[in-house]
């Protein structure tokens, strides 16, 4: 038995972020006597724009016990099979990053390796082909993958678009039932004890004061405990990762409709999101105020919006980079209170996942031993290193003219990051580590698409004779192709399965 165990959590801040914890600790602390306490302000407007996500958010609804369709309708949520990108190599180009791999591999040489070959030899159909989240995305398709690994639709992976609002009521509605206390108030100060400088509590406005052993900061950017108090430090990155505002808006439903994918254009400064719900689209323009004024940035987004905006615009500022430590002394960052990039390939969420996951294996006793502190902060800053390196990449391998564009390509950029383009430049090989988020196919994708084409394929793929590689990937293209066709559209799918009553086909 552990003689010091830690009593009581209290999480300051709600949004996605804190109820998120309070959900997963929930769920994993109840039968070990530990009391969640959550302290947040409805007078405290969150960001709530992370409406987009990754694939293991699935995972993790999952294990709290979540029923899909009932999350579904409560988020008037959408499926999300790829990004689609416009415009990022150069004006009028488009590609996906889907889910998912591409093709199989034969006799353990990466299918890439033999879709190269036929590229090289200027046989090859489109990469998209072999991949089949990217095919049902092309054609706004949609269904769940099956169970039977044998069977091609348990390759399809898929995440969520939703109201990041209505998300955290859900789980703020799951966890409250499961025990977690929630208090209403804002933070009028922190107490630190006199000689450790660890937190001991908060006191509200109200004067009514809360204690707790271990505490989380899920209060956004004004990382209230994790900076305001403890004084972390932050390390910038706006030297490789330029955008450093956000104007948002949602507007009704209309062009393309309810497709399956989250669509980024890139514009003279930046790029801007569509996410579309079942009842309207969620959009926003991510740039850098260097390069374009916030008057500018509005219009821009005003003249690409689908329908008639419903609300405000809603103007951002944001710092990329991270916290020189993410667990410090009794406080974990979860959020955006640990550091931001920015909004490109929907990580934020994921990483409040990733570090609530983290905080869980390594959960501390009163002790705080500084080993499981350091390592907690190790593995947290290299995923988001190695995160930041693949949003970098976005950006620097682009063929556009405008001055913004031209700098990011010119900039010079991590070394881990040139060492991967020009290891996969010169021959398509790819070594990641086992703690990079985006995996193989998801740069090969990205790679691909912003026009980073090896120059060379494996040569172990040329023993294999040109008829036999040729019948094996049309067999598969047309597999993928079959199995896309035959999957019910997007909206059909959401119609008999989720269905919120402000849904607009």
């Given at each position: 038995?552990?003689?010091?165990?830690?009593?009581?959590?209290?999480?300051?801040?709600?949004?996605?972020?804190?109820?998120?914890?309070?959900?997963?600790?929930?769920?994993?602390?109840?039968?070990?006597?530990?009391?969640?306490?959550?302290?947040?302000?409805?007078?405290?407007?969150?960001?709530?724009?992370?409406?987009?996500?990754?694939?293991?958010?699935?995972?993790?609804?999952?294990?709290?016990?979540?029923?899909?369709?009932?999350?579904?309708?409560?988020?008037?949520?959408?499926?999300?099979?790829?990004?689609?990108?416009?415009?990022?190599?150069?004006?009028?180009?488009?590609?996906?990053?889907?889910?998912?791999?591409?093709?199989?591999?034969?006799?353990?040489?990466?299918?890439?390796?033999?879709?190269?070959?036929?590229?090289?030899?200027?046989?090859?159909?489109?990469?998209?082909?072999?991949?089949?989240?990217?095919?049902?995305?092309?054609?706004?398709?949609?269904?769940?993958?099956?169970?039977?690994?044998?069977?091609?639709?348990?390759?399809?992976?898929?995440?969520?678009?939703?109201?990041?609002?209505?998300?955290?009521?859900?789980?703020?509605?799951?966890?409250?039932?499961?025990?977690?206390?929630?208090?209403?108030?804002?933070?009028?100060?922190?107490?630190?004890?006199?000689?450790?400088?660890?937190?001991?509590?908060?006191?509200?406005?109200?004067?009514?004061?809360?204690?707790?052993?271990?505490?989380?900061?899920?209060?956004?950017?004004?990382?209230?405990?994790?900076?305001?108090?403890?004084?972390?430090?932050?390390?910038?990155?706006?030297?490789?990762?330029?955008?450093?505002?956000?104007?948002?808006?949602?507007?009704?439903?209309?062009?393309?409709?309810?497709?399956?994918?989250?669509?980024?254009?890139?514009?003279?400064?930046?790029?801007?999101?569509?996410?579309?719900?079942?009842?309207?689209?969620?959009?926003?323009?991510?740039?850098?105020?260097?390069?374009?004024?916030?008057?500018?940035?509005?219009?821009?987004?005003?003249?690409?919006?689908?329908?008639?905006?419903?609300?405000?615009?809603?103007?951002?500022?944001?710092?990329?980079?991270?916290?020189?430590?993410?667990?410090?002394?009794?406080?974990?960052?979860?959020?955006?209170?640990?550091?931001?990039?920015?909004?490109?390939?929907?990580?934020?969420?994921?990483?409040?996942?990733?570090?609530?996951?983290?905080?869980?294996?390594?959960?501390p006793d009163k002790g705080f031993d500084p080993v499981e502190i350091a390592?907690?902060?190790?593995?947290?800053?290299?995923?988001?290193?190695?995160?930041?390196?693949?949003?970098?990449?976005?950006?620097?391998?682009?063929?556009?003219?405008?001055?913004?564009?031209?700098?990011?390509?010119?900039?010079?950029?991590?070394?881990?990051?040139?060492?991967?383009?020009?290891?996969?430049?010169?021959?398509?090989?790819?070594?990641?580590?086992?703690?990079?988020?985006?995996?193989?196919?998801?740069?090969?994708?990205?790679?691909?698409?912003?026009?980073?084409?090896?120059?060379?394929?494996?040569?172990?793929?040329?023993?294999?004779?040109?008829?036999?590689?040729?019948?094996?990937?049309?067999?598969?293209?047309?597999?993928?192709?079959?199995?896309?066709?035959?999957?019910?559209?997007?909206?059909?799918?959401?119609?008999?399965?989720?269905?919120?009553?402000?849904?607009?086909?």
């Open positions: 038995m552990t003689p010091n165990p830690i009593r009581k959590v209290l999480i300051v801040g709600g949004g996605t972020a804190g109820w998120m914890t309070a959900a997963a600790l929930a769920k994993v602390l109840d039968a070990k006597g530990v009391a969640v306490t959550l302290v947040e302000s409805d007078a405290i407007a969150t960001v709530g724009v992370g409406e987009a996500t990754i694939p293991p958010i699935t995972t993790f609804n999952q294990i709290l016990g979540i029923d899909e369709a009932e999350f579904m309708r409560a988020t008037k949520g959408s499926f999300k099979l790829a990004i689609e990108f416009r415009d990022w190599l150069r004006p009028g180009h488009r590609y996906l990053h889907p889910f998912g791999n591409f093709g199989l591999d034969i006799e353990a040489l990466k299918f890439h390796q033999f879709w190269l070959r036929a590229h090289h030899e200027g046989w090859a159909a489109p990469i998209d082909d072999f991949n089949l989240p990217a095919t049902a995305a092309n054609l706004g398709k949609f269904a769940l993958p099956s169970k039977d690994p044998g069977q091609v639709m348990s390759s399809l992976k898929y995440a969520f678009h939703f109201d990041a609002g209505l998300y955290a009521r859900y789980l703020r509605a799951h966890a409250e039932k499961r025990g977690v206390t929630r208090v209403e108030g804002k933070v009028a100060s922190v107490q630190q004890h006199g000689e450790t400088g660890f937190v001991t509590g908060v006191t509200l406005e109200g004067g009514q004061g809360l204690e707790a052993d271990l505490f989380v900061d899920c209060t956004g950017f004004r990382a209230l405990l994790i900076e305001q108090t403890l004084k972390t430090g932050f390390e910038d990155w706006g030297h490789w990762l330029a955008n450093d505002r956000a104007v948002a808006l949602q507007c009704e439903m209309g062009g393309d409709g309810l497709t399956p994918v989250t669509r980024a254009t890139a514009h003279e400064a930046g790029w801007i999101w569509r996410i579309p719900l079942q009842h309207r689209i969620g959009t926003g323009y991510v740039y850098s105020s260097k390069h374009i004024s916030d008057e500018d940035a509005l219009k821009t987004l005003q003249g690409a919006l689908d329908g008639k905006p419903t609300q405000d615009p809603n103007f951002i500022k944001f710092r990329p980079g991270r916290r020189k430590q993410i667990w410090n002394k009794n406080v974990v960052a979860i959020g955006l209170s640990s550091g931001f990039l920015e909004p490109l390939e929907s990580t934020s969420i994921h990483m409040i996942q990733a570090g609530i996951t983290k905080l869980l294996a390594l959960f390592e907690y902060n190790r593995l947290t800053i290299l995923q988001v290193e190695l995160i930041r390196d693949f949003i970098i990449l976005h950006f620097h391998a682009n063929r556009r003219d405008e001055p913004y564009w031209k700098a990011l390509r010119e900039m010079e950029i991590p070394p881990d990051l040139k060492r991967k383009i020009d290891l996969f430049r010169a021959s398509g090989r790819l070594f990641q580590s086992d703690y990079d988020l985006f995996a193989e196919p998801s740069w090969i994708a990205v790679l691909l698409g912003q026009g980073v084409m090896p120059q060379r394929h494996d040569p172990l793929v040329d023993q294999y004779d040109e008829a036999f590689v040729r019948t094996q990937m049309a067999r598969l293209s047309a597999l993928i192709q079959q199995t896309g066709r035959a999957m019910p559209s997007h909206e059909d799918f959401i119609a008999r399965y989720c269905a919120a009553p402000e849904f607009v086909r």
